[in-house]
């Protein structure tokens, strides 16, 4: 029986996840995509400017991730060096669009997985405050082309309260900061049992289930990537499969919030007691979102894109959206793209051999019903922004 799962476009594709189930168990996974990888090559002879105005609005899911990539890796290929008050700017936009993904997910999918009522007004209280930072920082609504610097009066600490406050009501019952310090399982679950918000009524089914380490695996988090090595693969005669089902010296990664949320002693624990099943996923979803306020509070200035040796007119950024690490590369002849691709986190965390594939291999399957629900909640926890399509078949 088929299951569809959430709208995508056509230039992000879709994912066809079938499951095999044979004598109590899942015995295979197949996952394909049908995302177009070929659909960069649109911007082939578009101006820097022409590229940096139409790619944001193709890419619906982590638009602005897309944009901060973007134009940081024509930047590189225009030999512009990066203006630290740009990239701060821009980096805080790119966080309140993780903060915006995961209260989305948190606020509407959670509780709809659980057949809950959504709080879509908890959302909508965030995309106000989004817009209103971004047309503050940046009232010329430009802030991803070359050159463009934000206004120098942007009320930042205002905006970092107004967050602080909404995720206190909205997701953690408490302030952010103070739902970090939980240390461990137990209290995770006293938290849980509460059910105050739609967070806590997630956490407590999958512990009321028994579902805490579900879809663990042995699949790690992927390592820093450097520009040098990407050059290469994205260059060399197998650069499609490359970027179609990526790898490095034959191991696949995924990239999540998992794999990047500092560790705390939740999370800790939660890996040595549970691997990186369900709970552990999702509770890194939160621990980051209450990690964004102090982040974005914060005038560091990212670390730069900038890498050497690469051809003239090359351009290779790295960027952590909400879903995981974008890659973008462009190649600029005359001011002009002759090049452009995409590594996307989909096809890391996606891969046929990769997290969800090997977390659902060898499952034990009590009937289809809840075979699916396990398999929709393990996809949401990799990557909720994924179309799919969900076959489970039997035999």
């Known amino acids: 029986m088929g299951l569809m799962g959430k709208a995508a476009t056509n230039i992000e594709g879709r994912l066809a996840i079938r499951l095999a189930v044979a004598d109590g168990a899942v015995r295979w ?34 638009g602005t991730a897309q944009a901060c990539a973007a134009v940081n890796a024509c930047e590189q290929a225009l030999g512009q060096a990066p203006d630290p008050v740009a990239a701060t700017a821009r980096q805080r936009l790119v966080g309140l669009e993780t903060a915006k993904e995961h209260l989305w997910r948190i606020l509407l999918d959670w509780p709809d997985l659980l057949g809950q009522s959504q709080d879509s007004a908890g959302v909508g209280e965030l995309l106000q405050l989004v817009k209103g930072y971004r047309d503050a920082s940046y009232p010329n609504g430009r802030p991803f082309l070359p050159g463009s610097r934000p206004a120098a009066e942007v009320d930042t600490a205002g905006m970092v309260k107004q967050l602080s406050r909404l995720l206190e009501m909205r997701v953690f019952a408490m302030p952010p900061e103070k739902w970090c310090e939980l240390e ?10 509460r059910g105050e918000t739609p967070a806590a009524a997630m956490l407590e089914h999958l512990q009321r289930q028994g579902w805490s380490g579900l879809g663990s695996s042995d699949v790690t988090g992927l390592p820093a990537l450097d520009g040098r090595v990407l050059q290469a693969r994205l260059t060399s005669p197998d650069e499609e499969r490359f970027i179609a089902s990526p790898e490095l010296e034959g191991a696949c990664y995924e990239t999540s919030p998992l794999t990047r949320v500092a560790p705390t002693p939740l999370l800790s624990s939660l890996r040595a007691e549970q691997g990186n099943g369900l709970l552990t996923r999702f509770v890194a979803r939160l621990l980051e979102l209450a990690m964004l306020p102090r982040q974005l509070g914060l005038a560091e200035t990212p670390e730069a894109d900038q890498v050497a040796g690469l051809p003239a007119g090359t351009g290779i950024a790295q960027v952590e959206a909400a879903r995981g690490r974008l890659v973008h590369r462009v190649v600029l002849e005359d001011e002009r793209v002759a090049a452009y691709q995409i590594v996307a986190p989909t096809e890391w965390n996606f891969h046929p051999r990769g997290a969800l594939a090997r977390g659902l291999q060898g499952l ?30 039997n035999g």
């Open 29 to 62: 996974v197949e996952i394909s995509s049908s995302r177009p990888l070929q659909t960069p090559r649109i911007f082939h002879g578009k101006t820097v400017t022409e590229l940096l105005t139409t790619l944001p609005l193709l890419y619906s899911v982590c």
């Open 364 to 393: 034990a399957v009590k009937s289809e019903a809840e075979l699916r629900q396990q398999a929709v909640l393990l996809i949401n926890a990799i990557d909720p922004c994924v179309g799919y399509d969900l076959q489970i078949e």
């Open 184 to 193: 461990n399982e137990s209290a995770l679950a006293d938290w849980a049992a």
